[in-house]
C-alpha cells in the first residue's frame, strides 16, 4: 500500500517523537479517543516495555489523563523490576483490589504504534497485558453487584482500536 508523502512525514516525526521519549523515560503513553459513533472506547497503551522483555499495557475506558497516570505508574514498577503475571491482582495502599492484570488476546488490532517502533506486523504484535480496573470499593466488571453495563469497561478481545 502506497502512503501519500504528507502521512510518512507525519508518521516520520511520530516515530522520531516516540523514540525521544522512550529514550529519556524508557516507556512513552499511547493514547486513542474514542471514535465517534464506532462504538470502540478510548484507550492508553504504553511503548517501551516490551523493549526490556514484558509485555506492554493496555487501559481501557478511560480519559486522557487517567490512562498516562496508571499507565506510567503501573510501568514504573515494572521498570523498577517487577514481573506482572495474568492474573495478579495489584491492590492500593489500604490493600483493596483496583488492577487486574488480563493477557490482551488481540494486541495487533490495538498496539498499532507499539508494533510499528519494534518494526512488528500486526500478525505477529508484541503482546500485552490489559489493565482492568475496579470501581471504588473494589468492585471489578465480572462481581455482583457492577453498576456500568458491559461497554463501560470492555472485556480483552471484545474491543479492538
Do not use: K
Not at 27 to 51: C, I, N, R
Not at 69 to 76: E, F, M, R, S
Not at 108 to 127: I, K, T
Request: with cysteine; glycine share 10%; net charge negative.
Amino acid at each position: 500500500m502506497t502512503q501519500d508523502p504528507q502521512t510518512i512525514a507525519w508518521l516520520d516525526q511520530e516515530d522520531a517523537r516516540l523514540a525521544q521519549v522512550i529514550r529519556r523515560h524508557r516507556v512513552a503513553v499511547q493514547h486513542v479517543a474514542a471514535g465517534e459513533g464506532s462504538g470502540e472506547p478510548s484507550f492508553g497503551y504504553t511503548v517501551g516495555l516490551f523493549g526490556v522483555g514484558h509485555p506492554e499495557l493496555v487501559v481501557v475506558a478511560v480519559e486522557h489523563e487517567t490512562a498516562c497516570g496508571l499507565l506510567n505508574t503501573v510501568a514504573d514498577m515494572v521498570l523498577d523490576g517487577r514481573d506482572l503475571v495474568p492474573g495478579e491482582v495489584l491492590a492500593d495502599d489500604d490493600g483493596t483490589p483496583v488492577i487486574v492484570v488480563e493477557e490482551l488476546p488481540n494486541p495487533g488490532e490495538v498496539l498499532f504504534s507499539a508494533n510499528r517502533f519494534y518494526g512488528r506486523p500486526d500478525e505477529f504484535s508484541v503482546p500485552a497485558y490489559q489493565l482492568t480496573w475496579a470501581l471504588p470499593g473494589g468492585l471489578f466488571p465480572w462481581d455482583a453487584g457492577y453498576p456500568c453495563e458491559e461497554d463501560c469497561q470492555p472485556r480483552p478481545g471484545t474491543w479492538r482500536a
